[in-house]
């Protein structure tokens, strides 16, 4: 089983500024198959990027994934307020699919 | 589209059964594989069992092998998740989700999951 280290597990941020989350994988993900999840308290996670780098339909371009391996990163790119919630990456490529710990985004 | 509906949490003793429903929404349901995902409260979510379209496949994670059983009923666009022998570390909101791609373009149906209990 793969497993997914998310770091750092809580960042504080200000509106406005670039959020760097990072995933690392114990070994490395078939064909870049990870995706990043966005979930707001009290809802199911909502897919933001899959196959590392591809936006999923409707996701606004400050939401930008990268990386390769055993490495990926989400970038958010300028944070609105909705986006100060928790984050997951998940890699879909080696059965069973898992998902790391998850990074809080807060307000600084 | 397809939306999905869970059902059937609740609060039970360690050792009893529960099943829980996942309703699709419309007969498209019925050509995706569906799975079972569990997160409890700070942890990320952890995938629990998946079934097919045609149901020729099942697969389950090592914690709930032999415990656990998913199925379907396509007359009924729903699948079920059997699970005996509770333990209090099954505790979690269980959501069902279809993980799926057009080409190569990927997409998820989650539910808004249902929460069940382990507890004396």
């Known amino acids: 089983e793969i497993e997914l280290t998310q770091s750092p597990g809580t960042l504080s941020l200000s509106p406005g500024e670039r959020a760097t989350l990072s995933c690392r994988a114990s070994?490395?993900?078939?064909?870049?198959?990870v995706a990043w999840y966005q979930q707001k308290p009290g809802q199911a996670p909502r897919l933001l990027i899959y196959?590392?780098?591809r936006r999923a339909t409707g996701i606004p371009d400050r939401f930008s994934g990268s990386g390769s391996g055993t490495a990926f990163t989400l970038t958010i790119s300028g944070l609105e307020p909705e986006d100060f919630v928790v984050y997951y990456c998940?890699?879909?490529?080696?059965?069973?699919?898992?998902f790391g710990g998850g990074t809080k985004v807060e307000i600084k | 589209e397809v939306q999905v509906l869970e059902s059937g949490g609740g609060l039970v003793q360690p050792g009893e059964s529960l099943r829980l429903s996942c309703a699709g929404s419309?007969?498209?349901?019925?050509?995706?594989?569906v799975s079972w995902v569990r997160q409890t409260p700070g942890k990320g979510p952890q995938w629990v069992t998946s079934?097919?379209?045609?149901?020729?496949?099942?697969s389950y994670a090592d914690s709930v092998k032999g415990r656990f059983s998913i199925s379907r009923d396509y007359s009924r666009n729903t699948v079920y998740l059997q699970m005996h022998s509770l333990r209090a570390e099954d505790t979690a909101t269980y959501f069902c989700?279809?993980?799926?791609?057009?080409?190569?373009?990927?997409?998820?149906?989650w539910g808004r999951g249902t929460l069940v209990t382990v507890s004396a």
């Open positions: 989700v279809i993980f799926a791609s057009r080409g190569e373009v990927r997409f998820d149906y």
């Open positions: 419309n007969p498209d349901f019925n050509s995706y594989a």
């Open positions: 079934i097919s379209a045609n149901s020729d496949t099942t």
């Open positions: 070994q490395n993900v078939r064909s870049n198959y």
């Open positions: 196959g590392a780098s």
């Open positions: 998940q890699q879909y490529g080696t059965s069973p699919l898992t």
